[in-house]
Nanobody, 121 residues
Framework: QVQLVESGGGLVQAGGSLRLSCAAS????????MAWYRQASGNQRELVAR???????NYADSVKGRFTISRDNAKNTVYLQMNSLKPEDTAVYYC???????????????WGQGTQVTVSS
C-alpha cells in the first residue's frame, strides 16, 4: 500500500506565495513521475506541473514563470512553489504519483487527498 500526504494549502492574498508538499510512503520500489493537478469549482481537473525522473519538468501555460515543481528523491516528496498567486489560481490542488510498488508489477497511479488554495483579490 502507498499513501500520499499533502500539506501547505491555505488562504493568501493576490501576489503572495505558498508552497505545497506531497510525501509518498509505503511499499515503493521506484517513482516514475510526480505531478500537481488542480480543480476549481465547476471545472475539470487540470495538470499544473509534472516532474519526470529527477529534473524533466513541464508546466501549464497559465503557471509558467510563477510556479516551480521540485522533488526530493530521498524523501519521496514533491513540492510546488507558487509565487505571484492570482485569484484564478484558487482551486483544490492534488498531487499524483506514478510508481512501481515493491515486488514490481505495473506502474500505478496514486492521488493525494487534495489541499485547498484560496487566493483573495
Amino acid at each position: 500500500q502507498v499513501q500520499l500526504v499533502e500539506s501547505g494549502g491555505g488562504l493568501v492574498q493576490a501576489g503572495g506565495s505558498l508552497r505545497l508538499s506531497c510525501a509518498a510512503s509505503g511499499s515503493i520500489s521506484s517513482i516514475k513521475a510526480m505531478a500537481w493537478y488542480r480543480q476549481a469549482s465547476g471545472n475539470q481537473r487540470e495538470l499544473v506541473a509534472r516532474i519526470i525522473g529527477s529534473s524533466s519538468t513541464n508546466y501549464a501555460d497559465s503557471v509558467k514563470g510563477r510556479f516551480t515543481i521540485s522533488r526530493d528523491n530521498a524523501k519521496n516528496t514533491v513540492y510546488l512553489q507558487m509565487n505571484s498567486l492570482k485569484p484564478e489560481d484558487t482551486a483544490v490542488y492534488y498531487c499524483n504519483v506514478l510508481l512501481v510498488e515493491v515486488g514490481l508489477g505495473p506502474i500505478k497511479s496514486y492521488w493525494g487527498q487534495g489541499t485547498q488554495v484560496t487566493v483573495s483579490s
